[in-house]
């Protein structure tokens, strides 16, 4: 049921965007829970560029929230941080679901916290979509011989060198985490089989240089485990200019060589930066984010910003307003065009376009990168 709906909902964005036309209200909504995490990634922006404070969301402002939403068809909970962390996660879980049963409700998590008791929880509720991210796996027992790790002052450290070679900026991945994934996805498994009810289960991927068997390993991963869907993003570094990202051809090569893999291994894998012809048409060549016609970022303190990537760029406070103000505002529909807004300019987050020139600078507002959705 749920698939036939996205289809449809998808069927329906396309033609939106091929037409240039935006929504009454926002029907897709990314919610920052929390901006708290038990992990501190290297490539995470959270606390370098933007600074975000470490909170929860509080019930107060997430009732607020909830009470503003209209017909929802999708609510992510997740922001700068990890959204299992939060101590109401779940209730708002149900709370969603109890006033808009047709909404799908899901989040994104470094998975781990996903010790079995965790599973459980997630398990029971009709949870219609986890993203769990990862770029590495430990390489004991998989490679005689891993690539050497390159010199610098994070070799000695078991998080971020040792057994996370090439992708040691990003998510730290040790054994204790592929245990908990296994078993998640053999219990999400297990439930799909009986016929009940089961979240869809994505890896996202972030692309590095040079990780290409690192890449390949992750797709055979996520069949190996039974994820539904890979998802492989482009890393962003504008929080981290030291950090480098794979040069366009390399990344090109890349989501080719995880195509390849992922299509033997029968698993779909999908790139928002690899825009086939339906993401052409609906970007306009690049000429159009695909963010923004029906969706909001909703921050800790039910501030609305038009992207995850421009939290810090207010556009009113669904405390304080309705979602129809603060949508239709004249500030938020520059957002629409004509034109690229400033605060957009040099993100290539969801672009199938590669921006050379990556700084923190780019834009009026503390623009960030990476795609927390
Ligand atoms: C900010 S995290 C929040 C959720 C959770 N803590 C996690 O790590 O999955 C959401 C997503 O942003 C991605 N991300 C973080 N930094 C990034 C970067 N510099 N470039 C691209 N994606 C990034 C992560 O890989 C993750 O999939
Ligand atoms: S990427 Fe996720 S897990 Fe890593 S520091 Fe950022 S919020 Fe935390």
């Not at 027992?141 to 010199?151: D, S, V």
Request: glycine share 8%; proline share 8%.
């Amino acid at each position: 049921m749920d698939r036939i709906r996205r289809i449809y909902r998808d069927g329906r964005k396309l033609a939106r965007l091929a037409l240039k036309k935006r929504v009454d209200l926002p029907r897709e909504f990314q919610i920052e829970v929390t901006n708290r995490c038990n992990l501190d990634c290297d490539m995470c922006p959270r606390l370098t560029l933007l600074k975000v404070p470490e909170v929860d969301m509080t019930q107060e402002t997430f009732d607020a929230v909830l009470g503003r939403m209209d017909a929802p068809e999708s609510v992510t909970l997740t922001g700068w941080g990890e959204p299992l962390m939060h101590p109401r996660l779940f209730e708002y879980i149900d709370a969603i679901k109890a006033k808009h049963p047709d909404c799908a409700v899901g989040f994104t998590t470094n998975g781990h916290l996903l010790a079995p008791g965790m599973v459980k929880k997630i398990l029971s509720r009709p949870v219609s979509r986890v993203n769990v991210s990862l770029e590495e796996l430990p390489w004991e027992n998989a490679l005689a011989a891993p690539p050497e790790p390159p010199e610098d002052a994070r070799r000695g450290n078991p998080m971020k060198g040792g057994d996370n070679r090439v992708a040691r900026d990003g998510h730290p991945t040790p054994p204790k985490v592929v245990d908990h994934l296994k078993h998640f996805l053999a219990e999400r498994n297990a439930l799909a089989a009986r016929g009940e009810p089961a979240p869809e289960i994505r890896l996202q991927v972030v692309l590095f240089p040079d990780s290409a068997e690192t890449v390949q390993r992750l797709v055979d991963f996520g069949a190996d485990l039974g994820f539904q869907a890979i998802n492989v993003v482009r890393l962003d570094v504008r929080g981290r200019p030291d950090l480098t990202r794979p040069e366009p051809e390399e990344e090109r090569q890349l989501i080719a060589l995880a195509r390849a893999r992922a299509k033997a291994r029968g698993i779909p894998l999908g790139s928002v930066n690899d825009h086939g012809w339906a993401l052409r048409l609906g970007s306009h060549n690049d000429r159009f984010c695909m963010r923004l016609d029906n969706y909001v970022y909703v921050d800790v303190a039910g501030n609305v910003a038009p992207c995850c990537l421009l939290r810090g760029h207010h556009l009113g406070n669904l405390r304080e307003q309705t979602l129809g103000e603060v949508w239709n505002s004249a500030e938020f529909k520059r957002f629409y065009g004509p034109g690229i807004h400033p605060a957009c300019e040099g993100c290539d987050a969801f672009m199938h376009g590669y921006h050379h020139e990556t700084t923190g600078k780019a834009g009026t507002s503390p623009v960030t990168q990476g795609s927390v959705s």
